[in-house]
């Protein structure tokens, strides 16, 4: 479904093909001659969770901003002629939004590969499990921490186990019906539930779904608050081959395709070859329409490198090009670190306002940010 999406909109929107090939065929470098490729788009930045593992829960009322509007999320997708791809959902659950299923169908009509994650709570409102995936959304992921109901509910604060559990038979029973495979179970593997992790394969299975994707990512949000709260409970030193071949094989038991997401120390800055993509092909765009370098910082208040509303003109603007810049020299800013494999000398970590990128054309704070 991916490639046909691909090529639907290449042919709908000849620029898209385009921008495509000048991503491809360019080095990188601080400026870009191509507009993003992909998006991830928060529609809203508030939560009716507020999970032990998550920035959220910082938040007063678990909230950060007001939601973005069916409008700025039009115009955002209809002034972006490089798209092939967003993923609609940041920080908050986003069928909160009031218009989160028109946003999924505005951009499925553009030819763009849409995906996106809840909680899975509320899905039974307004029959929010049928309109979603009549909308056509690509990829519906729902995250489900716990095979148990303490568990579940330790982790996963202001969820209620059972009602997520029926949300996901109604989902995936009506998928089935449909003839549509677009939905994923979402689990991430962390102390409390490392105990649970060969229940979650059989778990999946009896609700339905087809694969099952457990993430060994604990993520800092860029802030060593939660970096510090996230290390004491994460477990992938000791996620070791043998339990990752022993929950395949579970999985595939009960047909349950099961695959795995890592990205700490995926990226090097020994080889520029391996540095992070996101400053070079895509962005997260917050619910009040800021620029964020990406998912794991997910919030304006800690990197801010511009005004969504246009996007062109962040993307090559002075801030987005002072952060390339950082990774490109090796010189990753401190918010980014968790990420990187190979740290540099601790007199190269740029941290504070030159970390978020707010600085000038010659490396320097702005007047306005000193």
């Not at 490639?3 to 090939?21: H, I, M, S, V």
């Not at 593992?53 to 955002?76: H, I």
């Not at 489900?144 to 568990?151: E, L, Q, S, Y």
Request: glycine share 8%.
């Amino acid at each position: 479904m991916y490639q046909a999406t691909l090529e639907a909109g290449f042919q709908a929107f000849p620029r898209r093909r385009d921008n495509y090939l000048r991503y491809q065929a360019a080095r990188r470098g601080e400026r870009a001659d191509y507009l993003p490729i992909r998006l991830d788009i928060e529609n809203v930045s508030r939560c009716n969770y507020h999970c032990t593992m998550c920035q959220v829960s910082d938040w007063p009322g678990f909230k950060r901003a007001g939601d973005m509007s069916l409008g700025d999320f039009t115009s955002l997708l209809d002034g972006q002629e490089g798209l092939i791809e967003i993923k609609l959902q940041g920080m908050g659950e986003p069928l909160l939004g009031g218009c989160y299923v028109e946003m999924v169908a505005h951009a499925r009509a553009r030819h763009l590969w849409v995906r996106s994650t809840t909680n899975g709570s509320l899905l039974h409102l307004r029959e929010h499990y049928k309109r979603v995936i009549d909308a056509d959304i690509c990829e519906f992921q729902v995250s489900i921490d716990g095979a148990t109901k303490p568990t579940y509910e330790a982790i996963r604060r202001g969820g209620r186990f059972e009602r997520v559990l029926e949300n996901c038979r109604l989902l995936n029973r009506y998928c089935r019906d449909a003839g549509r495979r677009r939905t994923r179970m979402w689990a991430v593997v962390q102390r409390d539930n490392f105990d649970e992790l060969e229940r979650f394969p059989t778990l999946a299975a009896d609700l339905g779904f087809e694969r099952l994707t457990f993430s060994l990512d604990l993520n800092d949000w860029g802030q060593d608050r939660w970096r510090s709260v996230n290390d004491q409970v994460d477990m992938h030193r000791r996620f070791d081959l043998e339990l990752a071949r022993r929950l395949i094989d579970l999985g595939a038991r009960q047909g349950v395709e099961v695959t795995y997401w890592f990205i700490d120390e995926k990226y090097d800055v020994d080889d520029p070859r391996h540095l992070c993509q996101w400053p070079f092909e895509r962005a997260y765009v917050s619910s009040d329409m800021r620029v964020v370098p990406c998912c794991m910082i997910a919030n304006p208040e800690i990197v801010d490198l511009g005004d969504a509303r246009d996007l062109a003109a962040a993307w090559n603007g002075a801030r987005m090009a002072a952060f390339r810049r950082l990774h490109l020299s090796g010189r990753i800013p401190q918010v980014c670190q968790s990420c990187y494999k190979t740290r540099p000398p601790a007199s190269a970590i740029l941290t504070g306002e030159a970390a978020a990128g707010i600085v000038t054309e010659d490396g320097q704070a702005p007047a306005a940010a000193q």
